[in-house]
């Protein structure tokens, strides 16, 4: 997975070999990765015609800019930057930006984790904690606006400016894995279950992502609602049905919080 170093190097690199060159086209062979690529606003960022400048970091993301625009691009799980040979694809070459001297940068994500975000200045560069990232989760846990904070853990863990991408599902699936009442303060709960929270969300999450993917490709074969979603909830949308940690014999109930419902093991979460 690509850390702040690597994200760093790939600046560095993309902005020593292509910085100063004008762009001759941008291409997107797929419409989305994590999310939909904004290509009206992306193709006049990278117009014909447009400079190339030298990228910048923040945090870990990388951000690629011209004289027309920038675009925050996010790594995610397996992106990388290497010198394409346009109109001959790398495998898993997801843009190509081309030069007007013939040469090109690919961007290659295989697990196509990573996004590109048009921003239009530096502050919309989201700097909060990647949840597939334990020690990027710990430091979030470690900071004081959580630690010592008064709210309930599942409503810090659903704060998408400090955590980024956590929904009610997984907040509520992982406070169950580590036996956390989700509405116990944040103040309330340990450092030995925050550092459990940051090492099972990101492998709870790799196979949400891994379920989603067969679920999609499921649901377009057969024009159904059949994935392998439900089968990795242990604890959401399971009010009074058995709590599914071994020797447990709590049922599972049900409770309204910040105007959504959280789900519980009262005998197991506390
Ligand atoms: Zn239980």
Known sequence: ?????????????????????????????????????????????????????????????????????MVAVSLGMSGSFLPSSYPKRLLHEHVTVLFDDDTALGFVDPRRFGFWK????????????????????????????FRHSQRSIKDALMDQALIGGLGNIYALE???????????????VKKAEYAHLAEII???????????????????RLHGDAGGFQELHLVYDREDAPCLKSHCKGIIKRVAQSGRSSWWCPRCQK
Request: proline share 8%.
């Open 174 to 188: 992982c406070l169950f894995r580590v036996g956390v009442f989700p509405l116990r303060k944040c103040n309330r």
């Open 1 to 69: 997975m690509p850390e702040l170093p690597e994200v760093e190097s790939f600046s560095q690199a993309i902005g020593r070999e292509f910085a100063g060159k004008k762009i001759r086209k941008v291409k997107f062979h797929r419409a989305d990765l994590r999310f939909p690529f904004d290509q009206p606003t992306l193709l006049k960022i990278f117009a014909p015609g447009a400079t190339f400048l030298f990228p910048c970091r923040i945090a870990k993301q990388l951000v690629l800019r011209t004289d027309q625009g």
């Open 118 to 145: 048009p921003i239009q200045s530096y502050d919309e560069v989201s700097v909060a904690a990647d949840p597939l990232q334990v020690e990027s989760l710990l430091k979030v846990f470690e900071s004081r606006s």
């Open 202 to 220: 990101p492998p709870m999450l790799l196979q949400a992502i891994d379920a989603g993917g067969s679920t999609v490709s499921t649901y377009r």
